[in-house]
């Protein structure tokens, strides 16, 4: 069964402190692996997209790792910012499906 | 620039009741979708479609109707309310397939009671 998950399910961190993020996932054939931001009453919105041939994806302060071997993703937050505060989610698709396969999501809560 | 707009926001109905979730898209997309959030679950997919004129079944898609009339617009239908199809929608459309990026709508809080 195509599977997504997320941990922790919830992180708090001091403004400025890094943080890692892991998902793993079982979703075969695999075709691209996309980490999504979603603040609290909004939709999800996209921060990094990693296809099979991609190690890793950097959209500012983010910084996405894939490993197909082992099936396993990271998201690496630096100097972490109250804004970011939000949901973060895993999303993988298999290849010749029109369907994502969301994980859970990490809830990350940032205090001053 | 207004990318992916649901309609409405939010609504609670009674059970029994039916309503329509619109969704807009101004990006030409061919591909659109509808999903629901649960608290404690991922996003799971409703129905969607991949092209004007076509719809398909997701995971979940009992209880819910879809039309793809035009294009740009993709509606959700619930014939008849229950109060486990309290959720919120989201909207999400695509240029093509999984391998395009996917934006999403605002999404739709909906309270059955």
């Known amino acids: 069964k195509n599977q997504v998950e997320q941990s922790p399910q919830s992180l708090i961190i001091l403004e400025g402190k890094n943080c890692t993020l892991q998902?793993?996932?079982?979703?075969?054939?695999?075709?691209?692996l996309r980490w999504y931001k979603q603040d609290t009453g909004r939709g999800p919105v996209s921060l990094t997209i990693?296809?099979?041939?991609?190690n890793t994806k950097s959209n500012g302060r983010y910084t996405a790792t894939l490993d197909a071997d082992t099936k396993q993703s990271s998201l690496h937050i630096t100097a972490s910012q109250l804004s970011d505060s939000a949901s973060y989610i895993c999303v993988v698709s298999a290849y010749g499906t029109y369907k994502y396969i969301f994980g859970t999501g990490t809830r990350l809560k940032v205090l001053a | 620039n207004a990318g992916v707009t649901q309609t409405p926001k939010f609504r609670v109905l009674k059970t029994g009741q039916s309503m329509t979730l619109l969704c807009a898209q101004d990006m030409n997309h061919e591909y659109m979708y509808w999903y629901r959030q649960d608290p404690g679950m991922g996003l799971r997919l409703i129905h969607y479609s991949v092209g004007e004129g076509t719809t398909a079944k997701g995971e979940v898609p009992d209880g819910y109707n879809v039309s793809r009339l035009k294009k740009q617009n993709f509606l959700l239908g619930l014939e008849s309310a229950a109060p486990s199809q309290t959720s919120v929608y989201f909207c999400a459309s695509g240029l093509t397939g999984v391998n395009t990026e996917a934006f999403f709508g605002q999404g739709t809080r909906l309270t059955v009671v």
């Open positions: 998902c793993n996932y079982t979703v075969s054939p695999f075709s691209n």
């Open positions: 990693m296809t099979f041939s991609e």
